[in-house]
T-cell receptor, first 109, second 113 residues
Framework: DVKVTQSSRYLVKRTGEKVFLECVQD?????MFWYRQDPGLGLRLIYF???????EKGDIPEGYSVSREKKERFSLILESASTNQTSMYLC????????FGQGTRLTVV | GDSVTQMEGPVTLSEEAFLTINCTYT??????LFWYVQYPGEGLQLLLK?????DKGSNKGFEATYRKETTSFHLEKGSVQVSDSAVYFC????????????FGIGTKLQVIP
């Protein structure tokens, strides 16, 4: 079975903390994505990567950065967490069918 | 740029009713089209897909046909069950370039006994 694994299902962080969300895929896909999902807004693309060390901004990159040092791993970084970043975060890899991780529900207090 | 339009819902149906969720898209060329399903508290799962015009994707009693002429990919099921209650997302992936996947807003389906 194909697998995309996100490091945490639930996270609670304080305002101003640096937060790392990790995602690993075992399908040797070149493309990986980070989305956030909010009620009434659907899935919004934060960043995507089409190769190791390559990244492209999505629709809402402000307040986020990413790292792709190895093909199988794509990390989302919140440099200084804020309450408006409380959301469900979904990682995916694709070629071109997208496969998703189980999601990380992040709460910033 | 690419876009996907679908009704937000919620859609409430009785068990064994017929389901249609409309999806239309805007894209250049011949994108691949997908339907994903999200059950409460879970990530998205691929439900079905179609990669070229007139293809029909099907899975678990759900079907959708890739209509190039109307740029549509409507999801249908003849008889829904309570277990089909979920959020359904229509999506596309372009035929070239970075294959960035674009999603619709999601349609919440509630099936009542």
């Amino acid at each position: 079975d194909v697998k995309v694994t996100q490091s945490s299902r639930y996270l609670v962080k304080r305002t101003g903390e640096k937060v790392f969300l990790e995602c690993v895929q075992d399908m040797d896909h070149e493309n990986m994505f980070w989305y956030r999902q909010d009620p009434g807004l659907g899935l919004r693309l934060i960043y995507f990567s089409y190769d190791v060390k390559m990244k492209e901004k999505g629709d809402i990159p402000e307040g986020y950065s990413v790292s792709r040092e190895k093909k199988e791993r794509f990390s989302l970084i919140l440099e200084s967490a804020s309450t408006n970043q409380t959301s469900m975060y979904l990682c995916a890899s694709s070629s071109p069918t997208a496969f998703f991780g189980q999601g990380t529900r992040l709460t910033v207090v | 740029g690419d876009s996907v339009t679908q009704m937000e819902g919620p859609v409430t149906l009785s068990e064994e009713a017929f389901l249609t969720i409309n999806c239309t898209y805007t894209a250049t060329g011949y994108p691949s089209l997908f339907w994903y399903v999200q059950y409460p508290g879970e990530g998205l799962q691929l439900l079905l897909k179609a990669t070229k015009a007139d293809d029909k994707g099907s899975n678990k009693g759900f079907e959708a046909t890739y209509r190039k002429e109307t740029t549509s990919f409507h999801l249908e099921k003849g008889s829904v069950q309570v277990s089909d209650s979920a959020v359904y997302f229509c999506a596309l992936s372009p035929s070239g370039g970075y294959q960035k996947v674009t999603f619709g807003i999601g349609t919440k389906l509630q099936v009542i006994p």
